[in-house]
Nanobody
Framework: QVQLVESGGGSVQSGGSLKLSCKIS????????LGWFRQAPGKEREGVAT???????KYADSVKGRFTISQAPTEMTFYLQMTTLNPEDTAMYYC??????????????????WGRGTQVTVSS
């Protein structure tokens, strides 16, 4: 059974930083597309950043230059380093994974496996 567990959320002031972690267990596929997605109250879920098993990364325009997605070198743990946070970044952040890239992208968050989310709150 594949499980994704996020951690690292919290409350920060505008301009601050947070690093989210996503630990994946039970994943046996050799390829992956891993993404961070977020959903604010009253808004649709949106893609934030993705990383693929070949190392390709993609970012939403709203976070380019501020957020960095990465993978731990020897384990299925992924990170989202967030800097220069602003109130518009406030949302529940989810990590998700799939072995089939076309359904786990910034534009199409239909990944097969999802975590339960971690809350990020940025105050002005």
């Amino acid at each position: 059974q594949v499980q994704l567990v996020e951690s690292g959320g919290g409350s920060v002031q505008s301009g601050g930083s947070l690093k989210l972690s996503c630990k994946i267990s039970g994943y046996s596929h050799t390829t992956f597309s891993l993404g961070w997605f977020r959903q604010a109250p009253g808004k649709e879920r949106e893609g934030v950043a993705t990383i693929e098993s070949d190392g390709t990364t993609k970012y939403a325009d709203s976070v380019k230059g501020r957020f960095t997605i990465s993978q731990a070198p020897t384990e299925m743990t992924f990170y989202l380093q967030m800097t220069t946070l602003n109130p518009e970044d406030t949302a529940m952040y989810y990590c998700a994974a799939d072995y089939w890239r076309p359904r786990c992208t910034l534009q199409l968050p239909k990944c097969q496996y999802w975590g339960r989310g971690t809350q990020v709150t940025v105050s002005s």
